[in-house]
């Protein structure tokens, strides 16, 4: 029931979008009863007809719903009164100095899979393909070749370089349509890159980045997109075994995993989020590697 409460709330809310949070603290202890919120410095709570219906803060595991600001001025609120408990949330004690998570729509979203403390998302793994993938070189040459491997066969894609040093890097382009559920908002918890090398093996693997590109909507006359993805995700923080420097069998890949401090939110239509993962090459030798594509780890909300 509570699963289904905060899921109702939430698809009911703003459209989805890249957002950031407001954070601070309580300035004073709340009790289990208390709906008068003090807090030690003031989010800024836009100004809504009828209260701040919309406006969610979050302590702990509890949600709270604003009503009105009791301190401070919308813009620039210190203390305000609260509906406690809501969206399924249980309405406890929090003391002071513990932080405050605010905001409307799909912040209120971001935060349950960034704090992590509830089992209120449906998560899942979707599957990008080796056909959504290029190897591309820089101070090298590589041939793109789309091939399968090992006795399994499996569809990867091959990039072979030149007897040069260098960088070769997965790009690989993910479409928003592969995820979309309903019309449900997505968060991408992770991205896992598999891959495998045989000849020669890189000699590191660099930091993953992840860029957006947006398309113009339909029109008479347009702006066409930018080429340079807009980076999304914060602070990426690549894990890499230690054996991707060492050849492995064709048809066998090692894992690569990609997390992202800041929450990334995908938007249903006109936008392709570009994926980026540099192996380097310190050796002037010919160098394969090959991919069969990305595991991309979601939450649905």
């Not at 409460?5 to 009790?31: D, Y």
């Not at 495998?196 to 008479?220: H, K, N, R, Y």
Request: net charge neutral; charged share 5%; with cysteine.
């Amino acid at each position: 029931m509570k699963k289904l409460l905060i899921l109702g709330s939430l698809l009911t809310m703003a459209a989805f979008g890249q957002s950031t949070l407001s954070t601070t603290t309580l300035s004073t202890a709340l009790t289990q009863s208390a709906t008068l919120v003090s807090l030690s410095s003031c989010p800024s709570i836009p100004a809504v007809v009828g209260g701040y219906p919309s406006y969610i803060l979050f302590v702990d595991n509890e949600a709270m719903r604003v009503q009105s600001i009791v301190t401070g001025t919308a813009g620039n609120a210190c203390a305000v009164s609260v509906l406690r408990g809501t969206d399924g949330s249980i309405q406890a004690t929090h003391s002071s100095g513990a932080v405050v998570y605010g905001g409307q729509g799909p912040d209120y979203g971001n935060q349950w899979l960034v704090d992590n403390a509830n089992g209120f998302f449906d998560t899942g793994e979707v599957f990008i393909p080796a056909s959504n993938c290029v190897w591309a070189p820089t101070t090298l040459t590589v041939t793109n070749t789309y091939p399968q491997i090992g006795t399994a066969f499996i569809p990867v894609v091959n990039g072979t370089t030149n007897a040069a040093a260098g960088t070769l890097t997965l790009s690989c382009s993910i479409l928003p349509n592969m995820f979309m559920n309903n019309g449900r908002g997505l968060v991408i918890k992770d991205i896992v890159a598999l891959v495998g090398s045989q000849t020669v093996a890189p000699t590191s693997v660099g930091t993953a980045t992840l860029g957006t590109i947006t398309f113009p909507t339909p029109a008479a006359s347009e702006t066409a997109s930018t080429v340079t993805p807009v980076s999304i995700g914060g602070t990426v923080s690549t894990v890499s075994p230690s054996q991707i420097t060492s050849v492995t069998t064709a048809g066998s890949f090692l894992s690569i995993r990609s997390t992202f401090s800041s929450p990334v939110l995908i938007t249903a239509d006109l936008q392709s989020l570009v994926y980026h993962l540099p192996f380097g090459q310190t050796a002037a030798s010919a160098m394969t590697l090959n991919s069969p594509g990305l595991l991309v780890h979601v939450a649905w909300y």
